[in-house]
């Protein structure tokens, strides 16, 4: 009988061990015009994200951005352009990493190349540096 919390135990440590090189950005404020992406709309006004955060695992070694796009969002541009296909939500896009430092990481996303500032928690697109960052929680 003795075993059973013991086992519970080290079940939950191994649970939480493999998360424990995971760091979650949420609340992620767009550089640009210092919304905050849950709260941006598109040039028609709709409500474009519910929810967005970009996961950094170094143990995997790649960052994995999580989009939650509002269902008005996707029915407006369905309706722009009907050959539009609905992805699943939540779109998840993965990117490597490709340096890391004790306060930056660095990492490859399509053609650009981002800088996460572990510090002040702030990503920055490099070729777009004065004008796009995010500043997250």
């Excluded at 609905?86 to 650009?112: G, N, W």
Aim: net charge positive; proline share 4%; aromatic share 10%.
């Amino acid at each position: 009988m003795k075993k059973y919390p013991l086992i519970i135990f080290l079940i939950l440590v191994c649970s939480t061990s493999a998360y424990s090189n995971e760091i979650i950005y949420k609340n992620c404020i767009s550089g640009k015009d210092g919304i905050q992406l849950e709260n941006k709309k598109n040039k028609d006004g709709i409500k474009m994200y519910d929810k967005f955060l970009i996961k950094i695992n170094i143990a995997k070694a790649s960052v994995i951005i999580e989009s939650y796009v509002t269902k008005e969002h996707l029915v407006s541009v369905k309706k722009k352009n009907p050959d539009f296909k609905i992805p699943k939500i939540p779109m998840i896009r993965t990117a490597k990493i490709i340096f890391v430092d004790e306060d930056k990481i660095k990492y490859l996303y399509l053609t650009s190349e981002y800088t996460i500032n572990l510090k002040d928690k702030e990503i920055r697109v490099d070729v777009m540096e004065p004008n796009y960052w995010l500043k997250c929680e």
